[in-house]
């Protein structure tokens, strides 16, 4: 159906503009009309705010996304730094990949615990985040936890129960989930707990590009139209090693990219936050 719309419209480049899924749609409509000898011209800009299409360094909307996490991570570390055993609890978008935590985290430097999908972590026993986080507030008498969106849902019964109408396992609310345990654990030790949970979700991903994005996109956008008036299809334009690319649609959505957690980005983390490097 959208192969005739766009060959009834005229339309002869294709410019899919998204994240993963768009691109694997892309895929196929490029396929589709490559197999009814239709020269439409699919050509795939990648945006979104997770940063996780494989071989792009950055897509555009992951700088923004960073941006605002960080300025909400202040806000928490404020409102934990006021009052007796505070816990600032932040949960930012990132369903399988933990890249706006760990940019937010590295670039805020008042995170005290990083929580990403790439990355188990207990909450029970001697090395269980909540054990280490009784210590922290013991010394320190506040916190600062960012966890995305796709963390910890191993430890949620009612994760992967369900699934959206694009096929996405719906995940369950992690973010809540860890409000409500390390309330309990507290108050299960008589301890005064007060914690300040943020959840800014679309209010980071809806926002305007700033420079940074801005400029990204002007490359990206010039870039595809090169390649598209180059007869190339089926390509996403990439930035990768300070040079522009195009990167087979087949291979950018065969996957996706991750934190690696042996690599310099998450050792960054680990160094900022202070956080076990496993928990374990």
Not at 143 to 169: F, H, K, T, Y
Not at 181 to 191: E, M, N, T
Request: glycine share 12%; hydrophobic share 45%.
């Amino acid at each position: 159906v959208m192969r005739e719309t766009l060959r009834g419209l005229g339309v002869g480049i294709l410019f899919a503009i998204g994240g993963d899924g768009t691109q694997r749609g892309a895929l196929k409509l490029h396929a589709e009309a490559q197999r009814q000898g239709y020269p439409l011209a699919v050509i795939g800009v990648p945006k979104t705010i997770d940063n996780d299409i494989q071989y792009v360094t950055r897509t555009f909307g992951f700088g923004t996304a960073v941006d605002r996490a960080r300025a909400i991570i202040d806000v928490a570390h404020t409102e934990a730094r006021a009052v007796l055993n505070g816990v600032g609890l932040v949960r930012l978008m990132g369903r399988d990949s933990g890249f706006i935590a760990a940019g937010a985290a590295l670039a805020s430097g008042e995170v005290n615990y990083c929580l990403i999908p790439e990355q188990e972590f207990a909450l029970e026993g001697e090395k269980g985040l909540l054990a280490v986080l009784e210590k922290r507030l013991e010394r320190k008498r506040h916190a600062v936890i960012v966890v995305a969106e796709g963390a910890g849902q191993e430890l949620m019964a009612q994760a992967g129960q369900e699934r959206d109408a694009s096929g996405n396992v719906k995940f369950a609310d992690i973010g809540v989930f860890l409000k409500d345990r390390i309330a309990s654990h507290f108050k299960g030790l008589r301890k005064t707990i007060n914690v300040r949970y943020l959840d800014p979700s679309y209010a980071i991903r809806g926002l305007a590009a700033n420079t940074e994005d801005a400029v990204l996109c002007d490359l990206l956008a010039r870039n595809a139209a090169h390649a598209a008036m180059a007869g190339r299809s089926g390509v996403i334009v990439g930035y990768i090693h300070n040079r522009m690319v195009h990167v087979p649609m087949e291979m950018a959505t065969n996957g996706r990219k991750k934190v690696e957690l042996d690599g310099a980005l998450w050792k960054g983390v680990l160094a900022v936050t202070g956080q076990p490097a496993s928990w374990g």
